[in-house]
């Protein structure tokens, strides 16, 4: 699969750069990273792929719940001032390490914030990165996964199949942006040595009238038949 991702980048590379430089506009740029994306899912042997993205709402199996995040890591949930108008008093039944099915290897995975962005990566020494189109915002959700097994071992979630929804002010629901990151969360796929630390993130595209006024985010998780749902933020936040 990374000798594919290469080739692919490669490819990317001589396209966006060549003898000269290419502008794209924001809808080549869409195209060219769906195209790319689907192009090193579907070397995934679980990979399925679908016609368009669920748009039916499904009732979540789980009540939502604070994600601690990696600064001030707990196992209890959020129970302060903090909480939502309807708290649930217990966490769901698996934590968002056990529900992205990588917890029985080890790995901890730990909400760690989240910025509002134009382009993401923004630097220079990437050979991708993410535009928000027209009158939008990249939300990007932000995650540490650690290595706890004791030994090296490889963190596989991008063959968990799972789909992502987060809830922005508990009034809308975004799907998570196919991406080619190599570090997107939903084909995550990387070897750890012992106790390791790596980043991950979820990138959703939002209207720009939410900069500054976040007031909570919520974040779906789907897979093997359920949906565990994860309060990851209360208070506002000003974009990064």
């Known amino acids: 699969m990374k000798k594919r991702l290469c080739a692919v980048l490669c490819a990317a590379t001589v396209f966006l750069t060549g003898c000269g430089a290419i502008e794209l506009t924001d809808s ?44 001030n890591v707990s196992n209890t949930p959020n129970t302060g001032q903090n909480t939502p108008s309807n708290p649930s008093t217990e966490a769901p039944s698996k934590t968002l390490s056990e529900a992205l099915g ?16 134009k382009i993401y990566p923004d630097t220079e020494d990437t050979y991708f990165a993410m535009r928000a189109t027209g009158n939008h915002q990249l939300l990007v959700m932000k995650f540490h996964i650690t290595n706890h097994s004791g030994t090296e071992k490889e963190c596989d979630i991008l063959s968990k199949e799972r789909s992502y929804r987060c809830l922005v002010n508990d009034t809308e629901r975004f799907g998570a942006q196919l991406t080619m990151l190599l570090d997107d969360l939903a084909s995550f796929k990387e070897v750890f040595s012992a106790g390791e630390t790596k980043q991950a993130v979820l990138i959703f595209q939002v209207p720009s009238e939410y900069e500054g006024t976040i007031t909570s985010l919520s974040l779906s998780v789907k897979g093997e038949g359920e949906t565990n749902s994860y309060l990851c933020e209360q208070g506002e936040k000003e974009s990064e």
């Open 28 to 71: 080549e740029s869409d195209l060219i990273a769906e195209y790319a994306a689907t192009v090193l899912l579907k070397y995934s042997v679980t990979y399925q792929p679908k016609l368009q993205e669920e748009v039916v709402e499904i009732e979540t199996t789980q009540d939502i719940y604070t994600i601690p995040t990696s600064a």
């Open 102 to 117: 990588v917890a029985a290897e080890g790995f901890q995975v730990e909400y760690a914030g989240y910025e509002l962005a």
